[in-house]
């Protein structure tokens, strides 16, 4: 069984964090990740950068760009983490945008995220329809889980069709916003978060965006089974550095 | 075998199925159908039969109707009887000769002997699926009961042919059923909705019916341009994007938008814009040299076009605030003007860089009300502005619309935008009429930043082999300077702002930071449509330097009394490169005046 799918079965809520891979520094990457294991992170998103992410506010743009600046490609990080399977345990999952992916080849990337032990991919400007109709074949013959994001926007039917094509679970964007927008919770976040709830979908969700703290953590997984911080993670390297993962992990899960 | 196209019922869809050269265009008059016709017919070519469809109407009704109109046929759907018919066909009331079609509907068991009395009353039968309906019920009859067909009356074959049947039709056409079906009659199966045909669909059919391997150079119903286009965003903007694209052509075929729409070009940003004959230019390069003076628009470029069209449909829309990007910051004075003249708040994202370059543009977007936001990001010009706007929309999903300034960007935006730059062409064509007794030139030719001029000057030529269509795109400081704007030489397949065109970037797939010395050109990529041109090889792209066109919009401002914008004067300056013969017909898309760049100018040749 996936990774993913694995996590998603045990019986507690689901830390998950977001980080740039190339960022703070080039070689970063490996020791990220063990680290955020180690501080019981349940799910890692590596971010490939990418020139233009268009669904990122200034925090995860910037890691991006210095990232990209550091020399990260899509090569340089499927060497880094090569091996990264005997120390590691917790599922991973590659989160980045379509063009970077559409060079190397979609058959080509899946193959290698396979070989590596990654278990998904999220790919926020590849729609819905395009990934059912061109590529979930591919994505499935390697084993790969595809999370697809939903929004406050986001009908009801459209939902359910996103339920039907997805085998892992649903990013819920918190509110209608880039990444990093907004932080905390009002009443309209709370409604959604139980309108979705109430819809008994067949995968659970998790919620990301404007995840930042041990309040919002506490509140979004009321609802769901996890959730996602991003923004506030890269904001924490950039100011203390990669050594002290650990008290942010702390902050969050007290 | 000829064809009717029938249930028209939209003034631009006409034209537009016009233009694809059926025989018989049919419109309906009858009330209790959603097809039916109430508006004008606009102008369209003689050698299409106008015909009038009635369903038991009185004879006084469809003699006004044909009078009125202008009918050559008029197809009969109800129990009209024999004497009606031939009454009809003898009145001296009518002001014109008419071709009568009389219908009857189609089931096993049908009785051929009915047809009889009506031999020497009408023209042609028609034979339409038996239905709940007269007429319109969507679905085919058996073709081969036509078999026991005991008239040699020519025929219409009728009732649920879509391009699904494309090969059943040609079965029948080899079988002796067919011997007299005179003509093919499609509606609904090629619609979009009831009264709107879709033409790219119906031009598919009649290509495979006329077993024409012709390209289609428009957006298939899916979003493409060949293998390029669609709907590449994030999950954030798809409810946007979906009502955008269910509702564009909608709106833009109701006869109210269309008034307004016309009205506001017209009145008030002074269209049709002169075609004006380039008589010095001309001799220089010695060929016959046309300006489409889009310079001479309110706000100076063809980018009003777009916005007026734009601002319209965020209104249909119920939007109330209004985002745009901008290069040279022609589209952002475009969007700030349609804006105040609507009372809607106004925010213009810009490259930082753009806005050092394009200084009295930034001036005029903020008196006229709108808010420049600094694109701070990337290499801080059209690429990062439009990132920011796109990021501005996520955040704003319920109240805004984004007016994107060029043919590029997720479905339907490159298909809306040159539908609206559409009239560039539109109005060429009779221009050059007038002046030139042919409505097609040897070639148009426009500049090209993400392709909205470009797109607009060619659209209604794109399917006209005999027209050459020339895109100049921008080589900033030379193709292999690394310092360069020209997609179609150094682009590849990506995805850039919700499409897959041609993109400059690394091998990585990561985006590359044009260069341009015009603002309006510094994108490196350009719209699907101009993509899918370049790989099928009916545009041929040409690249030019910055110097060559700084040069050639001297050249121009001194020959003919012309400042153009540096974006223009990239097209100018392939008379340098490319030689036309003498008698050719070549109209240049004067995209905009050079006002706003001035300051370049003086700069450049330290005048
Ligand atoms: C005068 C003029 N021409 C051309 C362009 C290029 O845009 P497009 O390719 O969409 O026509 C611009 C863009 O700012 C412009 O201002």
Request: glycine share 8%.
């Amino acid at each position: 069984m996936n990774r993913i799918n694995q996590k998603l079965k045990e019986d507690k809520k689901l830390l998950s964090i977001y980080f740039t891979a190339g960022y703070p520094e080039i070689n970063d990457t490996v020791s990220i990740i063990q680290d955020l294991e180690k501080n019981g992170v349940d799910m890692i998103e590596i971010g490939l950068p990418f020139s233009d992410p268009l669904a990122d506010g200034p925090t995860i743009q910037d890691s991006s760009t210095a990232a990209l600046k550091n020399g990260m490609t899509t090569e340089v990080l499927f060497k880094q983490l090569e091996g990264i399977r005997e120390t590691v345990s917790i599922p991973l999952i590659i989160m980045g945008y379509f063009n970077p992916m559409f060079q190397y080849g979609i058959e080509a990337f899946c193959k290698k995220c396979q070989e590596l032990g990654i278990d998904g991919l999220i790919i926020p400007d590849l729609p819905v329809d395009v990934y059912h109709e061109k590529y979930q074949s591919i994505f499935e013959k390697y084993g790969l889980i595809n999370v697809f994001l939903i929004t406050p926007q986001t009908s009801d039917e459209r939902i359910r069709y996103i339920d039907s094509i997805s085998n892992g679970f649903i990013y819920m964007v918190s509110s209608a916003s880039t990444t990093g927008a907004k932080s905390g919770f009002g009443e309209e976040q709370t409604a959604y978060f139980e309108r979705i709830g109430n819809m008994n979908l067949n995968n659970p969700q998790v919620i990301g965006f404007g995840i930042s703290n041990n309040e919002t953590f506490t509140q979004a997984t009321k609802y769901a089974k996890g959730a996602i911080i991003g923004s506030a993670f890269v904001k924490h390297v950039t100011k203390h550095g990669i050594k002290t993962i650990d008290s942010f992990t702390k902050s969050i899960l007290n | 075998m000829k064809l009717k196209v029938c249930g028209m019922k939209y003034q631009d869809n006409i034209e537009s199925i016009a233009g694809l050269k059926p025989d018989y265009l049919g419109f309906i008059f009858y009330e209790k159908t959603p097809r039916h016709f109430n508006t004008k017919i606009p102008e369209i070519s003689d050698n299409i039969k106008k015909t009038g469809v009635f369903v038991n109407a009185e004879m006084g009704t469809i003699v006004e109707k044909v009078n009125e109109f202008k009918l050559d046929a008029v197809q009969l759907h109800g129990e009209e009887s024999p004497y009606f018919c031939s009454i009809l066909r003898s009145t001296s009331l009518l002001s014109r000769p008419i071709e009568i079609i009389k219908v009857f509907s189609v089931k096993e068991g049908f009785n051929f002997e009915v047809l009889e009395p009506y031999e020497n009353v009408c023209d042609f039968y028609l034979f339409d699926t038996k239905g709940k309906l007269p007429g319109g019920n969507g679905y085919t009859f058996d073709w081969s009961l036509l078999n026991d067909y005991p008239s040699t009356k020519p025929f219409f074959l009728s009732g649920g042919i879509g391009i699904d049947q494309i090969e059943a039709i040609k079965a029948f056409q080899k079988s002796e059923a067919s011997k007299y079906c005179y003509a093919i009659d499609v509606n609904s199966k090629f619609e979009t909705e009831p009264g709107l045909k879709n033409s790219s669909i119906l031009r598919e059919f009649i290509n495979k019916l006329h077993n024409k391997k012709t390209m289609n150079y428009n957006v298939d119903d899916k979003g493409y341009y060949g293998e390029f286009g669609g709907a590449y965003i994030p999950e954030m903007l798809y409810p946007n994007v979906e009502e955008l694209r269910q509702n564009y052509l909608k709106v833009m075929a109701e006869p109210e938008f269309q008034k307004e729409f016309d009205q506001l070009l017209k009145d008030y940003v002074g269209r049709p814009s002169p075609l004006y004959f380039a008589k010095r230019l001309s001799e220089k390069y010695n060929t016959k040299i046309y300006l489409k003076r889009e310079d001479l628009n309110h706000t100076g470029a063809h980018k009003i076009n777009n916005t007026i069209g734009q601002i319209l449909m965020a209104k249909r829309l119920g939007k109330t605030r209004i985002i745009a990007e901008t290069g040279a910051g022609q589209h952002g004075v475009a969007t700030a003007t349609v804006c105040a003249l609507m009372g809607m708040e106004c925010i213009v994202y810009m490259g930082e860089i753009d806005i050092a370059r394009q200084a009295p543009n930034v001036a005029r977007m903020k008196m006229l009300g709108a808010k420049v936001v600094p694109a701070l990001s990337g290499s801080r010009t059209l690429k990062d502005a439009t990132n920011e706007a796109i990021r501005d929309w996520i955040n704003n999903p319920v109240n805004t619309h984004y007016i994107i300034g060029s043919a590029i960007g997720p479905h339907p935006y490159p298909d809306m935008v040159t539908r609206f730059q559409a009239v560039i062409s539109e109005e060429i064509k009779w221009q050059l009429r007038e002046q030139e007794g042919r409505e097609n030139p040897d070639y148009v030719v426009a500049c090209i930043g993400g392709g909205s001029n470009a797109a607009g000057t060619y659209y209604h030529y794109l399917h006209e082999p005999d027209v050459g269509i020339i895109a100049v795109e921008a080589a900033g400081l030379g193709i292999d300077s690394g310092e360069s704007a020209a997609t179609s030489v150094l682009g590849k397949e990506g995805i850039i702002h919700g499409c897959k065109t041609l993109l400059m970037q690394t091998k990585d797939g990561q985006i590359t930071e044009p260069y341009s010395i015009s603002a309006g050109l510094d994108y490196p990529g350009v719209g699907p449509m101009h993509a899918h041109l370049s790989k099928t090889g009916r545009a041929e792209f040409l690249s030019i330097t910055d110097s060559d066109a700084m040069e050639a919009g001297l050249e121009l401002s001194k020959l003919e009394g012309i400042i153009p914008a540096i974006e223009t004067s990239h097209a100018f300056a392939i008379f340098k490169h490319k030689t036309f013969k003498p008698d050719d017909v070549v109209v240049m898309s004067l995209s905009g005046r050079g006002d706003k760049d001035l300051q370049n100018y003086i700069d450049y040749f330290k005048i």
